[in-house]
């Protein structure tokens, strides 16, 4: 079993920066893939940043330019240094993680953590 733990969520005004990291541990054989998404009420969870074991980087259209994910493979941890933040962004977020040959499959997700961002 794989544990994804997240942190680093919390409250921040219009233009303000946080930082996301996820932490995994357990029975991690191989990682293909780790990243973030995230859920508003009433719509489907969506993918924000990911970064696959080769560094291929993808992010969604919406972050680019303000949102940088990055990882440390000794740590098996995952960060997402979000910036210039919109009340857009305003979720809950989690961690993903893809040990299979698909980075867009998502074998283990974290509990997730809230982002509020205030106008």
């Known amino acids: 079993q794989v544990q994804l733990v997240e942190s680093g969520g919390g409250l921040v005004q219009a233009g303000g920066s946080l930082r996301l990291s996820c932490a995994a541990s357990?029975?991690?054989?191989?990682?293909?893939?780790m990243g973030w998404y995230r859920q508003t009420p009433g719509k489907q969870r969506e993918l924000v940043a990911r970064?696959?074991?080769?560094?291929?980087?993808n992010y969604a259209d919406s972050v680019k330019g303000r949102f940088t994910i990055s990882r440390d493979n000794a740590k098996n941890t995952v960060y997402l240094q979000m910036n210039s933040l919109k009340p857009e962004d305003t979720a809950v977020y989690y961690c993903?993680?893809?040990?299979?040959?698909?980075?867009?499959?998502?074998?283990?997700w974290g509990q997730g953590t809230q982002v509020t961002v205030s106008s």
């Open positions: 993903a993680l893809s040990s299979g040959l698909l980075a867009g499959v998502v074998d283990y």
């Open positions: 357990g029975s991690i054989f191989s990682i293909n893939a």
């Open positions: 970064i696959t074991s080769g560094d291929r980087i």
